[in-house]
């Protein structure tokens, strides 16, 4: 563990952040240890918050730093040529504006490989149905984080299964509000905290 980038993202001292996190790069630190070192500093800020040491701006201001170190580390594909694997539909789902691991999630996938079309926050599930009809996705993957976004996770696996297209892809949930309960409540074909563990099942999904 990096405790001292953990402590300035709790600390909320983003020239910090981002002096360390380019120490770190030139010495050849992978891009997921450092994403994990910010998602470990971002749940000590939630701890403060929760314990009403820190406030609402506070968690904007959190969010405003981790955006800009996620700039200097996740890395784009060319796009003019690289080899499609596959098309995930993304999003942050219904009352959930939380986009940050959702955000890293994309770039990970987009660096293999796929195509993501990004929904953004606080997608309806009929958004999700009417996108699945346009684009016909392999993949459909939610995000979530507050613990209202696993009622809306059901309802929108609920939304494909009555417009029948619930067979025709497969459904990842992500994000802090899933756990293996209610992966079983909402009906996925996985789930997963970590954004890696996430491309993994992608890729198995689309044989690669
Ligand atoms: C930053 C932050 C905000 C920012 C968000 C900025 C943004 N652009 O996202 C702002 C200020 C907007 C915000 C608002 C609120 N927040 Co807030 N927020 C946080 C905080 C501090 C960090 C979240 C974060 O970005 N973490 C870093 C990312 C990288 O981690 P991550 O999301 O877990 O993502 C990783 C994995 O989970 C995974 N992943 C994520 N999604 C997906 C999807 C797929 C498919 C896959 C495969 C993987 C994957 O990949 C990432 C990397 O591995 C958390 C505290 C915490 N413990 O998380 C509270 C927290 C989530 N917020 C909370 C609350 C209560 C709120 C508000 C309701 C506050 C209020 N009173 O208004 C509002 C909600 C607004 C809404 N309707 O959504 C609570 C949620 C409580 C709950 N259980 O419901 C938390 C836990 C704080 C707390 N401890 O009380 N928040």
Redesign the pocket.
């Known amino acids: 563990m990096d405790d001292q980038l953990i402590a300035a993202v709790e600390q909320l001292n983003g020239d910090e952040v981002i002096k360390l996190v380019e120490q770190r790069m030139k010495t050849g630190k992978d891009p997921a240890y450092l994403?994990?070192q910010?998602?470990l500093g971002?749940?000590k800020?939630?701890?403060l918050?929760?314990k009403g040491d820190y406030f609402?701006a506070d968690?904007?201001m959190?969010?405003e730093i981790?955006?800009e170190v996620l700039k200097l580390i996740l890395s784009k594909p060319k796009k003019d040529n690289y080899n499609k694997i596959g098309t995930v539909l993304?999003g942050t789902v219904e009352?959930?504006?939380?986009?940050?691991?959702?955000n890293?999630?994309s770039s990970m996938l987009e660096a293999e490989g796929f195509e993501v079309i990004d929904l953004g926050t606080?997608v309806a599930p009929k958004v999700f149905v009417v996108q699945t009809k346009e684009i016909r996705p392999q993949i459909i993957?939610?995000?979530g984080?507050?613990?209202?976004a696993v009622e809306s996770m059901k309802k929108t696996v609920d939304a494909l299964i009555s417009h029948g297209l619930r067979d025709q892809v497969k459904v990842?949930?992500?994000?802090?509000?899933v756990n293996r309960i209610s992966f079983e409540y909402i009906g996925a074909d996985a789930f997963?905290?970590?954004?890696?563990?996430?491309v993994t099942y992608c890729k198995k999904w689309v044989n690669c």
């Open positions: 994403q994990k910010i998602q971002m749940i800020v939630g701890i918050y929760e609402i968690l904007i959190a969010g981790v955006k993304l009352g959930d504006i939380h986009d940050l691991g959702k890293i999630f606080d993957a939610m995000s984080v507050l613990t209202l990842l949930i992500g994000g802090n509000a997963t905290n970590n954004a890696d563990e996430g």
